[in-house]
């Protein structure tokens, strides 16, 4: 994420279906705040006749124009050919994409079986998704944020995304921290808060620390917490070099990307550095 790139995008993924919708209002909410540009990007199989590639550029367009002129924010339309697990995320890591935002049912039928698709599109990605199950409520604010801390290194990642929504939305960040009493990893978890609270300090960003009661369902208490707080977000990472035992038997994020709440969710994946973010970490 920078400020004042003139190409900073916001990708919606886009069927035409009431998830795309609630994706594009929440993209909207966004890009309103950071001053992005917005993109719908619709995936087609190949082979798909050229005449409905062009009815449905057609129509996307029509979108793009109404957000344009209620808004003011720039919105194209975009469609490639390919397989959703892939292409999406292909497409993010080869343009300015700064942020996608996707619809989801949450974890429904086979999927509990088979994996979260939501979950399986992601992890692609550079760029950080904002999965959505429902419209945003009327107002431009992401007033409370939930910030998961365990004791995994990827939580460092998700701070620069913590400052950046508390900065621009005035938002308070609630550190949800993992309860343990294995010394090893209560220092873990101990050096990831502490990480956390000194960027929250340094960037001015007000915020609050929560425990949880039992480190076995751990998922399931920070959405409880979540709706506790009524929050407007949950800030969570991939489980880096996820297996198909993850999606099978569920990784923490994927229960909370499909929370039952419909809370938003940003999640991103583990990346090597942090050079990127040297200014709200550093700068």
């Known amino acids: 994420m920078e400020e004042g790139q003139k190409n900073n995008l916001i990708v919606v993924t886009w069927d035409f279906t009431d998830l795309s919708e609630y994706a594009l209002a929440h993209a909207v909410r966004i890009a309103r705040v950071m001053r992005y540009k917005i993109e719908l990007l619709h995936i087609v199989k190949q082979g798909v006749n050229e005449a409905t590639i062009k009815e449905s550029h057609s129509q996307m367009q029509n979108i793009c124009n109404k957000i344009l002129m209620e808004t003011g924010i720039a919105c194209t339309a975009v469609i490639k050919e390919g397989s959703l697990y892939s292409t999406i995320s292909e497409y993010a890591n080869g343009t300015d994409t700064q942020l996608v935002a996707m619809g989801t049912h949450g974890i429904k039928g086979l999927q ?66 993992y309860p343990v009493s294995d010394s090893e990893l209560q220092k873990k978890v101990n050096i990831n808060l502490n990480f956390a609270i000194r960027f929250l300090k340094q960037n001015n960003i007000a915020y609050e620390i929560h425990t949880a009661e039992k480190t076995n369902n ?20 991939t489980t880096k070099d996820i297996t198909k ?5 569920g990784a923490d994020e994927q229960a909370i990307i499909a929370n039952s709440a419909k809370i938003p969710v940003l999640c991103m994946n583990p990346r090597a550095g942090y050079a990127g973010v040297a200014q709200f970490l550093y700068g």
């Open 112 to 177: 509990k079986l088979f994996g979260s698709r939501a979950l399986k599109v992601i992890t692609g990605s550079r760029a950080p998704f904002i999965v959505v199950q429902s419209e945003p409520d009327t107002t431009a604010h992401i007033s409370n944020v939930v910030f998961p801390i365990d004791f995994k290194s990827e939580n460092k990642e998700k701070v620069q995304w913590a400052i950046y929504i508390g900065r621009n939305f005035l938002s308070k960040i609630f550190l949800f921290k």
């Open 218 to 237: 751990f998922a399931g208490e920070t959405i409880r917490f979540a709706e506790k707080i009524r929050a407007d977000m949950i800030i969570v990472s």
């Open 245 to 249: 035992i993850d999606y099978v038997f």
